[in-house]
């Protein structure tokens, strides 16, 4: 996507991964081959990867510049993470830092990190490692989480019950430097950018609202993985938390932004757009 700009705030994007990690059938265990081919007619070709046969997907962080900050929101995989449970994830070499880079915004220019939620795809830059140990990518900047999401995740990693480590790489350094902040889930990050919970994903997910003089948009973070998931709100993810709660909150999601013209920014969207409402249900349509 090319950096959009909504009012006097602008939002780009770096990707770290271009490609989906997991086949579709695997990542919506509900879906069915037939039900997605149905959809093909608007799935295709924009949310279509044909080098992969299967649904586009990518692992990014959204970069959100306003008049005074510079923002980013979810952190990817992050480079040199022991991740032995996933071969695209482990032990990464990216050029994530010169993307960013090319964005023109250093690690230095942050001012907020925002977490959607403490999953091992979206915490993966807070960190670095320096030679020695773990420190924030971001050294000024405050790392927003939600107080619900950490209490939940930090429960899970002292009990041995968070199996990818990033919790403990990625989470616990941030907030030894004095660097995380933890809020409500309805929290107001600043004039333009607010948290709102939308559970059920994780514990204690949000969404992070755009609110500009030009219009509003919504990072949804992992409240839907696959565009499909628009038109088929039913079909949790094997990674969601509370499926049934996913899906209520995926339903209500998609109903409330329906024709709204609110852009929606997915954590692994493969571009922004909008839902709008097709018949009885919903589709997604690019911006
Ligand atoms: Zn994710």
């Not at 279509?48 to 962080?61: K, P």
């Not at 949790?236 to 209520?248: E, G, I, K, L, N």
Request: aromatic share 10%.
């Amino acid at each position: 996507m090319q950096t959009i700009k909504l009012g006097d705030v602008t939002i780009s994007r770096v990707i770290e991964i271009d490609r989906s990690s997991f086949p579709t059938a695997s990542m919506l265990p509900d879906s069915s081959a037939d039900r997605i081919a149905a959809h093909h007619h608007w799935l295709k070709p924009h949310f279509f990867d044909e080098r992969t046969g299967d649904l586009a997907s990518r692992i990014q962080s959204y970069v959100v510049r306003t008049p005074r900050h510079t923002i980013v929101i979810d952190t990817g995989v992050g480079n040199d993470k022991n991740r032995h449970g996933a071969p695209a994830w482990h032990m990464r070499k990216s050029a994530y830092l010169d993307d960013l880079a090319a964005l023109g915004v250093t690690p230095e220019r942050i001012d907020f990190v925002l977490c959607t939620h403490l999953h091992v795809d979206h915490v993966g830059w807070n960190t670095r490692w320096d030679g020695a140990r773990w420190v924030p990518t971001f050294p000024n900047a405050k790392y927003v989480i939600a107080g619900a999401e950490w209490e939940f995740w930090k429960y899970e990693s002292d009990a041995g019950k968070e199996e990818s480590g990033c919790i403990a790489d990625s989470v616990v350094p941030v907030v030894e430097a004095g660097q995380a902040v933890l809020v409500d889930s309805d929290y107001a990050v600043d004039q333009y950018l607010r948290f709102e919970p939308w559970v059920g994903h994780t514990p204690g997910h949000v969404c992070v609202r755009l609110t500009t003089s030009a219009g509003s948009a919504v990072f949804s973070g992992d409240l839907m993985h696959r565009t499909v998931q628009v038109a088929e709100p039913q079909w949790s993810s094997r990674f969601c938390y509370d499926a049934a709660q996913a899906r209520a909150t995926r339903r209500a999601f998609v109903e409330r932004h329906a024709d709204s013209g609110t852009m929606i920014l997915a954590g692994h969207f493969p571009h922004p757009g909008y839902i709008v409402r097709e018949g009885s249900g919903h589709r997604f349509t690019r911006s």
